[in-house]
T-cell receptor, first 114, second 112 residues
C-alpha cells in the first residue's frame, strides 16, 4: 500500500531563518505531488505541484520554493522565512482511480515563524 | 471570490443525531467533487468522490449528493458519533488530473 511521510511534524523558526520541509511517498511510482498551505480557518491553498522529477509548477508568488530531486521526494524550502509563512503545510500525492485522480494527503507540518 | 462555498461555517450537534452540510460551487468546467474529513492537526482524508454523472455516493454513515445542474452538493452524516467531530471540506476539480479548488470547510462538533 502507499504511504506518504512528512517531517518534521511541528517546527518553530525565527524570522529570516531558512526552511526545509520534506515529503516522501512510498508504494507508488511517478506520482503527481503537491504542496499546500492551510491558514487558520481558511481552505487549503495550492503552492506547488509536480508531475515529474525536476518539474515544478508554482501556483502563487511567494517566499517559498519547491524541488523534486527524486521521483518520490518533494521538498519545500525558503531562504529567509517571513512571519506570514506560518501555517499548516500539507504534502499530497495523486493517482488515477477510474476516471479521476484521487488525492491523498500527508500528516502535515505545523510551522510557526516567530 | 472562492469558487467553492460551504455552509454552515460551524455546527454543533448531539451524539446520535443527523446533520447535513452544504457546498455550492462555480468551478467550471467540472470534473469531480470530493468531500474530505480533516481532524484537527491532521491531513484531510477522502470520504467520497463523485463525477458529474453520479448524484449520490455513500461511505458508511456519510452520504454525499451532487446536483451538477445547480452546482450543489451535500454531505449527510447519519447517527453522528463523537469521532465525527472534525472539519469537513468540499473540494471541486475542474480537471481530471488533480488540481483542486477547496472550500473553507464546515467545523462539526458532536457533543455527548
Amino acid at each position: 500500500s502507499q504511504t506518504i511521510h512528512q517531517w518534521p511534524a511541528t517546527l518553530v523558526q525565527p524570522v529570516g531563518s531558512p526552511l526545509s520541509l520534506e515529503c516522501t511517498v512510498e508504494g507508488t511510482s511517478n506520482p503527481n505531488l503537491y504542496w499546500y498551505r492551510q491558514a487558520a480557518g481558511r481552505g487549503l491553498q495550492l503552492l506547488f505541484y509536480s508531475v515529474g522529477i525536476g518539474q515544478i509548477s508554482s501556483e502563487v508568488p511567494q517566499n517559498l520554493s519547491a524541488s523534486r530531486p527524486q521521483d518520490r521526494q518533494f521538498i519545500l524550502s525558503s531562504k529567509k522565512l517571513l512571519l506570514s509563512d506560518s501555517g499548516f503545510y500539507l504534502c499530497a500525492w495523486s493517482v488515477l482511480r477510474g476516471r479521476s485522480y484521487e488525492q491523498y494527503f500527508g500528516p502535515g507540518t505545523r510551522l510557526t515563524v516567530t | 471570490k472562492n469558487q467553492v462555498e460551504q455552509s454552515p461555517q460551524s455546527l454543533i450537534i448531539l451524539e446520535g443525531k443527523n446533520c447535513t452540510l452544504q457546498c455550492n460551487y462555480t468551478v467550471s468546467p467540472f470534473s469531480n467533487l470530493r468531500w474530505y474529513k480533516q481532524d484537527t492537526g491532521r491531513g484531510p482524508v477522502s470520504l467520497t468522490i463523485m463525477t458529474f454523472s453520479e448524484n449520490t455516493k455513500s461511505n458508511g454513515r456519510y452520504t454525499a449528493t451532487l446536483d451538477a445542474d445547480t452546482k450543489q452538493s451535500s454531505l449527510h452524516i447519519t447517527a453522528s458519533q463523537l469521532s465525527d467531530s472534525a472539519s469537513y471540506i468540499c473540494v471541486v476539480s475542474a480537471t481530471s488530473w488533480g488540481k483542486l479548488q477547496f472550500g473553507a470547510g464546515t467545523q462539526v462538533v458532536v457533543t455527548p
